[in-house]
C-alpha cells in the first residue's frame, strides 16, 4: 500500500495553545463479548466465512422480528455502575434512520433519548495531574456490518472497482459510552485522550463484558476536539475523527486535528464540521461526510422491542458483582510492592503492563522481577514490532517461568534474553528451550575450576595483581572463563574460585 501524504496547513502546537483552549468529546463504542447478537441468536465469532453469521433477523427481513439479548442488557448496566453512572429504571430503543450500506434494514436500533446508564465521570492520573472526564451516556447498540472495498489503492471506497458487503458483524452488541465536552486538559488534550482509552480498555477487560481489542474493532473512538480562542466560553466547531482503532492513533490523530484547526482559524478561516478519517500511514486526518445532528436521523421508538426495566433490586445484584476497577487495583498494588509514584507512573506509562505485571506475579514471580522483564526486554520488543505489550506472544506465565530459572541460577540475565527471544519467535516454553538450546548455567566445581585454572595461566599478569591484593582485577578473568564458556559459567562461583586459587 503506497503512503498518502496530505495538503494541510498545520501550526507549531505549542503555538496553537497559546492561543486557543481545547475542548475534546470522545465517542467510544465497546463491543461486547456476548456469545450471539444482540437482536438474534447468530454468532459473534471474529473472523468467520463472510456472510455465515447471518439470519432473516440480523438481514433485515421482512416478518423477522429482533428479540433483546438479556447478557447485553447486564453488561451495559455494569458498564454503567462502573463508570459511575445512574441506571435508568426503564428506557427503551429507538431506530436511527440513516444511509447504511453495510445495515440490511438500513436504520441502526439504538438508543436516544432514553439511555441505560447516564451521568458519570472518569478520574484520571496523568503523569501526577488529576483529570475528570464527565461521562453523559452509556447506551445499547447494534454494529453495523463490513464493507470491503476491492480494486485501490488505499483500501477505500475512492478508487475502488466494486466493494463487497460482510453481514457477520451486523447485530454484533455494542455499548456506545459518550462524554460531555472535556474541558480543562490544557496541551494534555490528546495524551489525556489517550489515557481515558486506555482507562476504559483495562476497565471492559476487568468486567469481562469485553475483550477491547481495538486492532479487531471490539473498542474504538470516535474522537471529537474543538478550538476556543484564549478567553471566550463559546464552544467552536468541531470536527469527528471516526473509527480510531488503537491508543496511538488516539493521541495522534487529535494532536494532528488541534494543528489543522488552528492554522485554518489562525487564516481567518472556520472549521467545516465533519467528520473526518484517520489515515494511518500517512499520520493525518482526511474529511468524509458533514456532520449531522441528532434530527437528522429521524430516530423514531422501535415498535418491534419492549422497553428494559432494570429494578433496583436488579442493578444492586449486578452491582455486587462488579471488580476491582483499574484505578483502585493500581493505588492497592502500589501500596502492596511499595513502589515510589515515579515508579508506578513507569508501569502506567506502558500501557497494559501492570495487569501483565501483577499476573506475572500471580503465577509466582517476584514483582521486581516481573517489572525488569515487562518495563525492559519485553517493552522494547513491542516498541521495536509496534504492536501494544500485551499483543507479544508471551504469557505472563511464561514470564514468570523465565524469571524463576534466573533466581534458581540455572540462567544469567543474558540468556534468560535469549530464552525470551525463542517464546517470542514461537520455538516453545521456556524450560522446552533451555534445554533444545543447552543454555543452562554450569556450576559444577569441577567444570569451572579447570576453565579457571586455563584462564590463570593464560593471564599471568592479571593473576599477580590479585595475588598481590588487588581483587577487582579478577573481573578480566572472570570475563575470560565467563568467554571460553560461552556465557554460561556462575559468575559469582567463578569468582569464588579465582580468589580462592590465587590466595
Known amino acids: 500500500m503506497s503512503v498518502q501524504y496530505s495538503d494541510d496547513r498545520l501550526m507549531d502546537y505549542d503555538e496553537v495553545m497559546a492561543r486557543f483552549d481545547v475542548v475534546l468529546g470522545l465517542e467510544v463504542h465497546v463491543e461486547l463479548n456476548t456469545e450471539s447478537k444482540m437482536w438474534c441468536g447468530c454468532s459473534t465469532k471474529f473472523g468467520a466465512e463472510p456472510n455465515t453469521h447471518t439470519c432473516p433477523v440480523c438481514l433485515g427481513l421482512p416478518g423477522a422480528l429482533p428479540v433483546v439479548n438479556g447478557k447485553a442488557v447486564e453488561s451495559a448496566i455494569r458498564i454503567g455502575l462502573s ?202 486526518t482526511t474529511a468524509g461526510r458533514s456532520k449531522e445532528e441528532a434530527e437528522d436521523y429521524r430516530y423514531l421508538p422501535d415498535p418491534d422491542l419492549v422497553p428494559v426495566e432494570a429494578s433496583a433490586q436488579w ?74 505489550l500485551a499483543e507479544l506472544p508471551i504469557s505472563p506465565v511464561q514470564v514468570a517461568q523465565v524469571g524463576k530459572l534466573v533466581d534458581s541460577g540455572k540462567l544469567t540475565d543474558k540468556m534468560a534474553r535469549q530464552v525470551i527471544e525463542a517464546v517470542l519467535a514461537g520455538e516453545g516454553e521456556p524450560a522446552e528451550i533451555v534445554k533444545a538450546r543447552g543454555l543452562e548455567v554450569v556450576s559444577d566445581d569441577d567444570t569451572l575450576s579447570r576453565a579457571v585454572d586455563e584462564a590463570i595461566a593464560a593471564n599471568p599478569g592479571v593473576a599477580d595483581k590479585i595475588r598481590g591484593g588487588k581483587v577487582q582485577a579478577a573481573g578480566a578473568l572472570i570475563g575470560a572463563v565467563m568467554k571460553q564458556m560461552h556465557g554460561q559459567a556462575d559468575a559469582a562461583r567463578v569468582r569464588e574460585l579465582i580468589l580462592k586459587a590465587l590466595q
Not at 486538559?185 to 463484558?209: F, H, I, K, N
Not at 494532536?255 to 488552528?262: D, S, T, W
Not at 510492592?337 to 503492563?353: Q, V
Request: proline share 4%; with cysteine.
Open 83 to 284: 463508570l459511575g453512572c445512574s441506571i435508568a429504571s426503564w428506557c427503551r430503543f429507538a431506530r436511527k434512520h440513516y444511509f447504511y450500506p453495510d445495515m440490511p434494514k438500513n436504520y441502526q436500533i439504538s438508543q436516544y433519548d432514553e439511555p441505560i446508564a447516564y451521568e458519570g465521570e472518569v478520574r484520571l492520573d496523568v503523569d501526577g495531574t488529576q483529570y475528570t472526564v464527565p461521562i453523559e451516556r452509556a447506551h445499547m447498540e447494534e454494529d453495523a456490518g463490513k464493507s470491503l472495498h476491492v480494486g485501490g489503492a488505499t483500501g477505500r471506497i475512492q478508487g475502488s472497482d466494486y466493494s463487497l458487503m460482510d453481514y457477520n458483524r451486523a447485530g454484533v452488541p455494542l455499548i456506545e459510552i459518550v462524554t460531555k465536552p472535556v474541558y480543562g486538559t490544557g496541551t494534555r488534550g490528546p495524551e489525556v485522550a489517550r489515557a481515558y482509552m486506555s482507562y476504559l480498555r483495562d476497565m471492559v477487560r476487568a468486567l469481562d463484558v469485553s475483550e477491547g481489542r481495538m486492532e479487531q474493532g471490539q473498542l474504538r473512538c470516535d474522537a471529537n476536539v474543538s478550538l476556543m480562542p484564549k478567553g471566550s466560553t463559546e464552544l467552536g466547531t468541531r470536527t469527528e475523527t471516526k473509527n480510531v482503532n488503537s491508543l496511538r492513533s488516539v493521541e495522534a490523530a487529535l494532536r494532528y486535528e488541534i494543528c489543522r484547526q488552528g492554522a485554518v482559524l489562525a487564516d481567518g478561516g472556520r472549521v467545516k464540521q465533519e467528520t473526518r478519517m484517520w489515515n494511518e500511514s500517512g499520520g493525518f
Open 315 to 388: 442493578v444492586d445484584e449486578l452491582r455486587k458483582t462488579l471488580p476491582e476497577l483499574p484505578a483502585v487495583k493500581a493505588a492497592r498494588l502500589q501500596k502492596e510492592w511499595g513502589l515510589t509514584d515515579l515508579e508506578m507512573r513507569d508501569i502506567e506509562g506502558n500501557e497494559g503492563a501492570l495487569a501483565l505485571i501483577e499476573a506475572t506475579v500471580v503465577a509466582g514471580a517476584d514483582q521486581a522481577a516481573a517489572r525488569k522483564w515487562w518495563l525492559g526486554e519485553l517493552s522494547r520488543r513491542a516498541n521495536e514490532t509496534e504492536v501494544e
